[in-house]
T-cell receptor, first 113, second 116 residues
Framework: GENVEQHPSTLSVQEGDSAVIKCTYS??????FPWYKQELGKRPQLIID?????GEKKDQRIAVTLNKTAKHFSLHITETQPEDSAVYFC????????????FGKGTHLIIQP | DTGVSQNPRHKITKRGQNVTFRCDPI?????LYWYRQTLGQGPEFLTY????????KSRLLSDRFSAERPKGSFSTLEIQRTEQGDSAMYLC??????????????FGPGTRLTVT
């Protein structure tokens, strides 16, 4: 089955700086890669996603890049703000009878004022 | 609120008791997923439904777990003879098989189960 590794587990950045979270996946059949933000005690919220036929996608301050050859994808947050503090999860989806998302273990992003 | 809803939000039960959780997906979504999340971990896939058909079950779903979606709308997850290791957040998500946009999953707030 699919295996998703996520790094780092904790990331502390100064407000206004950029943050990068990286994930690798094992199943070359995976074709969809979402990122979720989860604040303490709340539901995971889909913030951005990318499909395997695209190399990069941006939405305001966040962007995701995908390298299919290397089987890794990254989340980039620019001009970080205090409300960006949360746990971020990457996930991979391969479908084909295994229709659940496989999640990484999460990155706790801390924005220092 | 037109998002995914779950009830109850919290459940405390004694070991050996049965518990049942309910999930109401976004109304036009025909796919419904159950995940389990423990502290410090990402959600782990348990099972999913397309309409009323249960199409996939994870190895994590032991024989004590059963899920139903009888009319293709809400779903229930039952755990029989609960064990302390069942303590976790149980999350439901839904998605729509529509125009190829069938990958985006939206989560409910979860049911936190504590087995004492």
């Amino acid at each position: 089955g699919e295996n998703v590794e996520q790094h780092p587990s904790t990331l502390s950045v100064q407000e206004g700086d950029s943050a990068v979270i990286k994930c690798t996946y094992s199943d070359s059949a995976s074709n969809y890669f979402p990122w979720y933000k989860q604040e303490l005690g709340k539901r995971p919220q889909l913030i951005i996603d990318i499909r395997s036929n695209v190399g990069e996608k941006k939405d305001q301050r966040i962007a995701v890049t995908l390298n299919k050859t290397a089987k890794h994808f990254s989340l980039h947050i620019t001009e970080t703000q205090p409300e960006d503090s949360a746990v971020y999860f990457c996930a991979a989806y391969s479908g084909g009878g295994a229709d659940g998302l496989t999640f990484g273990k999460g990155t706790h992003l801390i924005i220092q004022p | 609120d037109t998002g995914v809803s779950q009830n109850p939000r919290h459940k405390i039960t004694k070991r050996g008791q049965n518990v049942t959780f309910r999930c109401d997906p976004i109304s036009e979504h025909n796919r419904l997923y159950w995940y389990r999340q423990t502290l410090g971990q990402g959600p782990e896939f348990l099972t999913y439904f397309q309409n009323e058909a249960q199409l996939e079950k994870s190895r994590l779903l032991s024989d004590r777990f059963s899920a139903e979606r009888p009319k293709g709308s809400f779903s229930t997850l039952e755990i029989q003879r609960t064990e302390q290791g069942d303590s976790a957040m149980y999350l439901c998500a839904s998605s729509s098989l529509d125009r190829g946009l069938n990958y985006e999953q939206y989560f409910g707030p979860g049911t936190r189960l504590t087995v004492t």
